[in-house]
Antibody
Framework: QVQLQESGPGLVKPSETLSLTCSVSGGSISGYYWTWIRQPAGKGLEWIGRVHSSGTTSYNPSPSLGGRVTMSVDMSNNQFSLSLTSVTAADTAVYYCARAISMRGGQDFWGQGTLVTVSS | QSALTQPASVSGSPGQSITISCTGTRGDVGTYYYVSWYQQHPGKAPKLIIYDVTNRPSGVSHRFSGSKSGNTASLTISGLQAEDDADYYC??????????FGGGTKLTVL
């Protein structure tokens, strides 16, 4: 059974960079697409982007994320990561990492989520 | 990319069937058979219940089924049970090689 666990600071200051890591256990990161999804309190899910184990990425072009996203993989540690620059209060949310069934498919295994608050 | 359109809420009594719609465009739901549905209970991570329009992951109840017609996908839950009371989200692959979610539907089991 594949398990995912998000880790990173729970509090980030405005204008700084949010950095999260997702550790994958019970299976290899190799050959799969890995995604980040976020959910502000009381609101819906937002797909942030995906990264393949080869390093290929695709990001949400929406104005709310506006070119601030970078994702990468660390094969040696079976992890992948998210970096979101120039954060504002609007980036406060629960951030989930998840495995994609395929490049075009949905997410079958999810982490428990981690709350990131943007505040000074 | 705009979010897919779902009703904000639906309700039903135990034993009944309900259907949740998910309307997109030709750029997502209308073209691709990569629609997924997720169930989310409060404070929990979403759980995949339908993928690729009609497929159920192993372990998901046969009471959940999916379909698609034109730009609209649908999730049907038959034989409603108290444990089905949750939020439901649809998601689709898009022509931009990204994915988009619906706004979510709150299902209340009366």
């Amino acid at each position: 059974q594949v398990q995912l666990q998000e880790s990173g600071p729970g509090l980030v200051k405005p204008s700084e960079t949010l950095s999260l890591t997702c550790s994958v256990s019970g299976g290899s990161i190799s050959g799969y697409y890995w995604t980040w999804i976020r959910q502000p309190a009381g609101k819906g899910l937002e797909w942030i982007g995906r990264v393949h184990s080869s390093g290929t990425t695709s990001y949400n072009p929406s104005p709310s994320l506006g070119g601030r996203v970078t994702m990468s993989v660390d094969m040696s540690n079976n992890q992948f990561s998210l970096s979101l620059t120039s954060v504002t209060a609007a980036d406060t949310a629960v951030y989930y990492c998840a495995r994609a069934i395929s490049m075009r498919g949905g997410q079958d295994f999810w982490g428990q989520g981690t709350l990131v608050t943007v505040s000074s | 990319q705009s979010a897919l359109t779902q009703p904000a809420s639906v309700s039903g009594s135990p034993g009944q069937s309900i259907t949740i719609s998910c309307t997109g465009t030709r750029g997502d739901v209308g073209t691709y058979y990569y629609v997924s549905w997720y169930q989310q209970h409060p404070g929990k991570a979403p759980k995949l219940i339908i993928y690729d329009v009609t497929n159920r992951p192993s372990g998901v109840s046969h009471r959940f089924s999916g379909s698609k017609s034109g730009n609209t996908a649908s999730l049907t839950i038959s034989g409603l049970q108290a444990e089905d009371d949750a939020d439901y989200y649809c998601s689709s692959y898009t022509s931009s090689s990204t994915r988009v979610f619906g706004g979510g539907t709150k299902l209340t089991v009366l």
